[in-house]
C-alpha cells in the first residue's frame, strides 16, 4: 500500500512539475548521493525521533531543474523504509506540532515563494533545504537564505548545498543568530557537517545544534512597565547592600531567572502610559507595533487576550506562568463599637442570664432581709454579691453559719469564677484580634447590600461580562490604582454609610496586606469573579516561545515561581502577627497614572514602623504587646460614667441631706 502511494505521489509530482526536453539531466549517480545524504539527516536525526510526518516541497525558477528535482523526489521516496505520513506540495497551516521538512529549490526565489506559502515552518519544524544552483556556502544567495529563515524563526534547519558539479562535495550549511565568535543576531553561514562520499556518513551526526542555550550576553530587550507586585526596577546606591536583584516582584524574579539560565542581558522598553492601555484593545495591534519597533518580548500583569475575530493574532505568546484571581475586596463597616467589645465574649442570651440570675439574687437577698431582718446580721448583702462575683475576698465575720448557705456560697465562687475565666479569654481575644462582625462572604452578599464597587474603567467591560447583576448605579471608576486606593477603603471602615468595595487581582491584595498593617481592616471575598492568566507576549511564531516555555516548565518543576508568589503575595490566610512584612522601598508605579493616579511616594505609607520589617528573620522588629487607648477606650468611658454618676448620687445625698436639716429646724 505504501509502494502504490509512492507511485502515486511521483506521478502526481511528474505532473505538477512536468517535463522539458531541455531540462538538464543529472547523472543517476550524483543524484543517489544527494538522496542518500538526505536519507541520513532524516533517520539519524531529531527529525524522525520527534516527528513522522513529513512534507516536501519543489519549487524551480529555471525548467532545466525539473528533471533533477523529480529524480531527487523519487530516489528519496523509494528509499524511505519507515512508515510516516507523507505530504506532497501540500500547504500548511500553523499547527504547534512538531514536523520534518525537506525544501528542494533551485535558486533563492524559489525559496522565498515556497517560505511565503508555509506558515507552520518556525522552530517547530526540523528543515532541510537544498538548493542545486548554490555553489559556494558564502554565496550572498546563501547569506540571504539564512537572513530570511531567521526571520522566520526557522532555526532548526540545514542547507544542503554542493561545492562541486560532480557532487563529490557536500556541505550542510546553517547560522547561529547568537554566538562569541559573530556576535549578538548576526547572521553567517556557517559550515556545520560534510557528507562523506566514499564512507556513505556525514562526518558528524549533530546536524541540526542547539541555537538558543546559550545567549552568550547579548541583550534582548523586554517590554514592560512597573506594578507591584509584578514587576519593579530597583535602583542601586552604593550604599546598598542586598542580593543584587534588579527587580522587585513575581515577574521580575522570573526575568532575572531567564536571563542568568539563558545567559543573556535584560535591556528594558519602558511602556507609556498610552501603550500600556492600548493593550486592552482587542485587536492587540500594539504589540506587532512593539514587536517590529523596540523589543523582543513582553512581559506585564496585560488582562486581556487581544482577539479580532477570525484575523490572525499579531503575536505569539508562551505558557502560563502565572494564574491571576480576580476577586473584591472589601472595607469592614460593621466594627464593634467600645461599648459592645466590652460584651463581645458572651452571647446576648448568656449576659440576659446572668442578668436574670443576679436580679433574681437581689430579690431573694431583699426578701430575706425584710422578713429576717430580726435575726440578720446588720450586713450589706448587695456588696458583698459584687465582691464575690469579682473575686473579692470576705471576712470570716461576713460568712455564713449555715451548711446551705455555705454551699450556696460555694456554688456561686465556681460559678464566677468559670464566668470571669471565660470572660477574660473572650476579651483578649478582642481585643488582640481585633474581631469584625460577620462580613459579607459571597459576591452576592455584596451587590444585596449596596455596597458601591469600584473597578479600573479599563476592565469595565469584562467585569459587567461577568457579573451581570451588578447595578450601574452602584459602579464607580477608580480614579487611581488599586493598590493606591487601598488604604482610603481600609480608612474608610466603621462607616455604616460609607459600603465600599473594590475589584482586583488577589495578589494586589496580596502584597498590600504584606505591607501595610492597615491591611486588617479589609475583607478579601474569596470567591472568584474570573481568573485570567499571564504569559510572556512575543512577536508571531517567534523562536523565543519554546525558549521560554522550556524555562516556565523549569521554574514550576523546581517551585521557583512557588516561592516568589509567597513571598510577595500569600499572606492572606495568615493572621496579622504571623505574616513577615516586607519593606515598601519602591513606588507602586513609575508610570504618571497608568488610570490617571498620581505618584505615591514610599514615605506615605501610614505606618512607617511595620514597613520597615525585611524577609530576613534578623531584620525582624520587636512589636510590644500592650493595649493601646483605643483597645481600652469602652473601660476608660465606663469608669469615667462611673465617677460621674458617684458625683452625682454624692450631690443628691448632700441635697437631700440639706433638706433633712432644713426640715428640722
Request: glycine letters at 4%.
Amino acid at each position: 500500500m505504501q509502494q502504490i502511494f509512492y507511485h502515486l505521489l511521483v506521478v502526481s509530482s511528474y505532473f505538477l512539475l512536468g517535463t522539458d526536453s531541455s531540462a538538464l539531466a543529472s547523472s543517476m549517480d550524483s543524484t543517489v548521493i544527494l538522496a542518500q545524504a538526505m536519507l541520513k539527516i532524516l533517520k539519524e536525526s531529531d527529525m524522525c525521533d520527534q516527528s513522522k510526518t513529513l512534507f516536501i516541497y519543489t519549487q524551480i525558477s529555471e525548467p532545466r531543474w525539473h528533471r533533477h528535482m523529480m529524480d531527487i523526489t523519487t530516489q528519496l521516496l523509494s528509499d524511505l523504509s519507515e512508515p510516516r505520513q507523507l505530504y506532497f506540495q501540500y500547504p500548511i497551516e500553523y499547527k504547534p506540532y512538531r514536523h520534518a521538512m525537506i525544501l528542494l529549490v533551485d535558486d533563492l526565489e524559489a525559496l522565498r515563494f515556497i517560505c511565503g506559502r508555509l506558515k507552520a515552518t518556525s522552530d517547530l519544524s526540523h528543515t532541510i533545504i537544498y538548493m542545486s544552483e548554490i555553489w559556494q556556502p558564502y554565496a550572498s544567495e546563501v547569506q540571504s537564505a539564512l537572513d530570511m529563515l531567521w526571520h522566520l524563526s526557522v532555526l532548526n534547519v540545514g542547507l544542503i548545498l554542493r561545492t562541486m558539479q560532480n557532487n563529490n562535495n557536500i556541505v550542510m550549511v546553517t547560522y547561529y543568530p547568537f554566538s562569541a565568535v559573530h556576535g549578538c543576531q548576526v547572521i553567517v553561514p556557517t559550515i556545520v557537517n560534510r557528507y562523506q562520499t566514499n564512507a556513505g556518513n556525514w562526518a558528524s551526526r549533530e546536524y541540526f545544534p542547539a541555537k538558543l542555550r546559550n545567549f552568550y550576553g547579548c541583550t534582548l530587550t523586554c517590554a514592560t512597565w512597573e506594578d507591584m507586585p509584578y514587576l519593579v526596577y530597583r535602583q542601586h546606591s552604593d550604599d546598598d547592600v542586598g542580593d543584587g536583584s534588579n527587580f522587585i516582584g513575581i515577574e521580575g524574579a522570573l526575568l532575572e531567572f531567564l536571563a542568568e539560565n539563558l545567559n543573556f542581558t535584560v535591556g528594558l522598553y519602558w511602556m507609556n502610559k498610552e501603550e500600556v492601555l492600548a493593550t486592552f484593545n482587542e485587536t492587540g495591534w500594539i504589540f506587532e507595533d512593539i514587536f517590529h519597533k523596540h523589543a523582543d518580548f513582553s512581559l506585564g500583569g496585560f488582562h486581556f487576550k487581544p482577539s479580532s475575530g477570525n484575523a490572525p493574532v499579531p503575536y505569539s505568546q508562551s505558557s502560563y506562568y502565572f494564574m491571576s484571581h480576580i476577586m473584591l475586596v472589601t472595607n469592614l463597616q460593621s466594627a464593634y463599637s467600645a461599648y459592645e467589645k466590652l460584651a463581645f465574649p458572651f452571647h446576648p442570651r448568656v449576659w440576659l442570664a446572668i442578668g436574670v440570675v443576679i436580679v433574681s439574687i437581689c430579690v431573694l437577698i431583699r426578701m430575706a432581709q425584710h422578713l429576717l431582718h430580726p435575726i440578720l446580721p446588720d450586713i450589706n448583702y448587695y456588696y458583698q454579691l459584687v465582691v464575690i462575683s469579682l473575686g473579692g475576698n470576705l471576712l470570716v465575720c461576713h460568712l455564713p453559719r449555715g451548711s446551705l448557705a455555705r454551699w450556696l456560697l460555694l456554688i456561686w465562687l465556681f460559678t464566677s469564677l468559670i464566668l470571669r475565666s471565660a470572660y477574660q479569654s473572650g476579651m483578649y481575644q478582642m481585643l488582640r484580634k481585633d474581631t469584625q462582625r460577620n462580613p459579607p462572604q459571597t459576591i452576592a452578599e455584596v451587590i444585596n447590600n449596596g455596597y458601591t464597587i469600584r473597578l479600573a474603567e479599563t476592565n469595565a467591560q469584562r467585569i459587567l461580562a461577568s457579573l451581570p447583576e451588578l447595578r450601574p448605579q452602584q459602579l464607580r471608576y477608580l480614579n487611581g490604582s488599586e493598590l493606591q486606593w487601598f488604604p482610603a477603603l481600609a480608612r474608610s471602615g466603621g462607616n455604616s454609610s460609607r459600603l465600599m468595595a473594590i475589584i482586583t487581582p488577589y495578589e494586589y491584595f496580596g502584597y498590600f496586606r504584606k505591607v501595610h498593617p492597615m491591611s486588617r481592616h479589609l475583607h478579601l471575598v474569596k470567591e472568584r469573579i474570573f481568573t485570567q492568566q499571564l504569559a510572556f507576549y512575543v512577536r508571531r511564531h517567534s523562536h523565543l516561545v519554546s525558549v521560554l516555555n522550556d524555562q516556565i516548565r523549569h521554574a514550576h518543576a523546581y517551585g521557583f515561581l512557588e516561592h516568589w508568589t509567597r513571598r510577595y503575595v500569600s499572606a492572606v490566610d495568615e493572621t496579622d502577627e504571623s505574616i513577615v512584612r516586607i519593606t515598601s522601598t519602591v513606588s507602586y508605579s513609575t508610570l504618571d497614572g497608568i488610570d490617571g493616579e498620581p505618584q505615591v511616594s514610599e514615605n506615605d505609607d501610614d505606618d512607617d514602623d511595620d514597613d520597615a520589617a525585611d524577609l530576613a528573620p534578623s531584620a525582624h522588629p520587636v512589636k510590644l504587646m500592650v493595649l493601646s487607648m483605643q483597645e481600652l477606650a469602652a473601660l476608660f468611658w465606663l469608669t469615667l460614667w462611673a465617677l460621674l454618676g458617684a458625683i452625682l448620687v454624692f450631690v443628691i445625698e448632700l441635697f437631700l441631706h440639706f433638706i433633712q436639716r432644713k426640715v428640722k429646724l
